[in-house]
């Protein structure tokens, strides 16, 4: 375990930050979902940077990644340490003090954003990398993987926030939404709009 870095510091590879749940008791096409990310980012050639818990679809996709050869590195609060039974098997665990600074080493090391069907926290991490993005705080692609509409109704509160004129067009056209594994990873690899 060692302290975040002040900036990246590895090879020219894409880092794929994922987003999703670790909470345990959902239904398992979602850890099947997460390990299938997970096996394309390594076919890819790819790493992964996620949340450092070795739980649900956070286990499973980096477990996923690991297993294809990925390099993987996790960042996780010390407190949620033995809560979230930490991915001591990650390539790179970074420890820190606070969820913030979780969410931005994370940010960090990442060349893009993927999120999976997750909650309030995975939910919380997308919106704070898609503002972010929308007001050019950084032009790192985001995407949302969406097979069984598990956000329909958050994408169409947020359409609503648009139709009166909280949402601008190109903050909507920010966030890349699909149903497909490939093309979500296809997305990552991408320039952002």
Same mark, same amino acid.
């Given at each position: 375990?060692?302290?975040?870095?002040?900036?990246?510091?590895?090879?020219?590879?894409?880092?794929?930050?994922?987003?999703?749940?670790?909470?345990?008791?959902?239904? *398992?096409?979602?850890?099947?979902?997460?390990?299938?990310?997970?096996?394309?980012?390594?076919?890819?050639?790819?790493?992964?940077?996620?949340?450092?818990?070795?739980?649900?679809?956070?286990?499973? @996709?980096?477990?996923?990644?690991?297993?294809?050869?990925?390099?993987?590195?996790?960042?996780?609060?010390?407190?949620?340490?033995?809560?979230?039974?930490?991915?001591?098997?990650?390539?790179?665990?970074?420890?820190?003090?606070?969820?913030?600074?979780?969410?931005?080493?994370?940010?960090?090391?990442?060349?893009?954003?993927?999120?999976? *069907?997750?909650?309030?926290?995975?939910?919380?991490?997308?919106?704070?990398?898609?503002?972010?993005?929308?007001?050019?705080?950084?032009?790192?692609? @985001?995407?949302?993987?969406?097979?069984?509409?598990?956000?329909?109704?958050?994408?169409?509160?947020?359409?609503?926030?648009?139709?009166?004129?909280?949402?601008? *067009?190109?903050?909507?056209?920010?966030?890349? @939404?699909?149903?497909?594994?490939?093309?979500?990873?296809?997305?990552?690899?991408?320039?952002?709009?």
């Amino acid at each position: 375990m060692s302290a975040p870095p002040t900036g990246r510091d590895r090879a020219s590879s894409t880092a794929v930050c994922v987003y999703c749940a670790s909470v345990d008791g959902i239904a *398992p096409r979602y850890t099947e979902l997460a390990a299938e990310v997970g096996r394309e980012i390594a076919a890819r050639g790819w790493e992964l940077v996620s949340g450092g818990g070795r739980r649900s679809m956070m286990g499973a @996709v980096a477990g996923a990644a690991r297993a294809g050869g990925a390099r993987t590195t996790g960042v996780i609060p010390r407190s949620l340490v033995d809560l979230e039974w930490a991915d001591h098997d990650s390539d790179e665990l970074l420890v820190v003090d606070t969820m913030r600074e979780r969410k931005a080493a994370m940010e960090d090391r990442a060349d893009a954003f993927l999120a999976l *069907p997750g909650g309030i926290g995975t939910c919380e991490e997308l919106f704070e990398v898609w503002t972010s993005g929308h007001l050019r705080m950084h032009a790192k692609p @985001v995407v949302l993987l969406d097979p069984d509409g598990h956000y329909a109704g958050l994408l169409d509160w947020v359409r609503g926030l648009a139709d009166r004129g909280f949402v601008r *067009p190109h903050a909507l056209a920010r966030l890349v @939404v699909t149903t497909d594994v490939t093309a979500a990873l296809d997305a990552c690899g991408t320039t952002a709009p």
